[in-house]
């Protein structure tokens, strides 16, 4: 979307942060990718002041297709009427190939004892040992899990059921909030989806009539956080890739989860499905250095014509010149602290407390 080139315009302390960032390293392999991601999200987390008090953390292993995971719940402290909390089902992002639910522990733990909210995690099996429709199932299961489990969680889905994610995460949670609409079993229970820079549709599936609405990905190419590959090999189970600023990968790790065999599927691109009516309401944050930013507007747009209601933060100088993801590993700029506030907001206006 042109009308929106502006937003690529570096922030000022961004771009003094990534002036002083390497840019690329050697050929890895996934395994390496994870390791690296987890040694490196280790020493944040040692830097991050995490919630103990004020709340339970029960944590299962849950039965899944062809297996189980692990799901988590943040519980806070009963309330003095003991009346229930909303539910947020959250889903944490990593590209469909890296990542876990330890990811987001304080962030899930703070927001729980903050917000007053449950927070519940799944650890979904990743790409590319377990492809599409393997995230989609779990996360789907970790849902379920959760609002059978109301009464053991203090969970009160009058109050609101929320989906939400970040990058791929975001992904899941806006495909779920499809196909919970479409499900007898939990038409109507989810009031809200909560999209952090989410992934919309894979590039592979871009459609003609989109196309000179879809930009950002070869106009704004981001040289640190997310890129568009030029170097990938998928075949079967088997691909590497360039790894960007150590951790990152590349944007085209997406083709790990489907192998460019079902990029179409709404399940994989919820822009394509066929249509947005009756979805709860959105609340979508976009950053303007991010070559998914023209995919999560249009979506905005989409969901806006079929009558659902949206709110986005992105617009003046809100994430304006901010990479994919800069508020997961670059805690002390302003404009992630915003992030973090606004993401509150956000969830507010999803439960109507504003």
């Known amino acids: 979307m042109a009308q929106y080139a502006h937003l690529s315009d570096p922030d000022p302390e961004?771009?003094?942060?990534?002036?002083?960032?390497?840019?690329?390293?050697?050929?890895?392999?996934?395994?390496?990718?994870?390791?690296?991601?987890?040694?490196?999200?280790?020493?944040?987390?040692?830097?991050?002041?995490?919630?103990?008090?004020?709340?339970?953390?029960?944590?299962?292993?849950?039965?899944?297709?062809?297996?189980?995971?692990?799901?988590?719940?943040?519980?806070?402290?009963?309330?003095?009427?003991?009346?229930?909390?909303?539910?947020?089902?959250?889903?944490?992002?990593?590209?469909?190939?890296?990542?876990?639910?330890?990811?987001?522990?304080?962030?899930?733990?703070?927001?729980?004892?903050n917000s007053k909210i449950v927070c519940v995690g799944g650890d979904y099996r990743k790409a590319p040992e377990h492809p599409f429709p393997a995230a989609v199932n779990d996360s789907y299961a970790s849902?379920?899990?959760a609002l059978n489990n109301s009464s053991e969680f203090s969970i009160d889905a009058s109050k609101g059921v929320i989906v939400g994610g970040v990058s791929a995460g975001g992904n899941l949670a806006a495909v779920l909030a499809h196909k919970s609409s479409k499900d007898p079993e939990l038409g109507g229970r989810v009031t809200g989806q909560l999209l952090v820079m989410p992934v919309i549709i894979a590039p592979q599936a871009y459609p003609d009539k989109f196309k000179s609405e879809l930009l950002s990905l070869d106009k704004d190419e981001d040289k640190y956080m997310l890129t568009k590959s030029e170097h990938i090999q998928c075949t079967g189970k088997t691909m590497i890739?360039?790894?960007?600023?150590?951790?990152?990968?590349?944007?085209?790790?997406?083709?790990?989860?489907?192998?460019?065999?079902?990029?179409?599927?709404?399940?994989?691109?919820?822009?394509l499905a066929e249509s947005f009516e009756g979805l709860p309401p959105a609340y979508i944050q976009i950053a303007g250095l991010?070559?998914?930013?023209?995919?999560?507007?249009?979506?905005?747009?989409?969901?806006?014509?079929?009558?659902?209601?949206?709110?986005?933060?992105?617009?003046?100088?809100?994430?304006?010149?901010?990479?994919?993801?800069?508020?997961?590993?670059?805690?002390?700029?302003?404009?992630?602290?915003?992030?973090?506030?606004?993401?509150?907001?956000g969830l507010d206006w999803l439960l109507n407390r504003k």
């Open 143 to 145: 849902l379920k899990w």
């Open 14 to 113: 961004w771009a003094a942060v990534s002036a002083n960032l390497p840019l690329a390293t050697p050929l890895v392999s996934f395994q390496t990718l994870r390791e690296e991601v987890a040694a490196f999200r280790a020493k944040l987390d040692l830097k991050t002041k995490k919630v103990t008090d004020g709340l339970k953390v029960v944590e299962r292993m849950i039965q899944v297709e062809n297996g189980e995971i692990r799901a988590r719940a943040y519980i806070p402290d009963s309330q003095e009427d003991n009346s229930g909390f909303p539910l947020m089902v959250w889903m944490f992002g990593g590209g469909f190939v890296i990542g876990s639910i330890d990811d987001d522990d304080a962030f899930l733990r703070n927001l729980a004892v």
């Open 241 to 271: 890739f360039r790894s960007i600023y150590q951790y990152i990968t590349e944007y085209y790790f997406i083709e790990a989860y489907h192998c460019n065999i079902h990029a179409i599927n709404p399940d994989v691109s919820p822009i």
């Open 290 to 345: 991010d070559i998914l930013r023209d995919e999560a507007f249009l979506y905005e747009r989409l969901l806006k014509e079929a009558g659902v209601l949206t709110k986005v933060d992105v617009f003046g100088e809100r994430y304006a010149g901010l990479p994919h993801g800069f508020h997961v590993d670059f805690k002390d700029l302003e404009e992630t602290k915003r992030q973090e506030r606004d993401f509150v907001d």
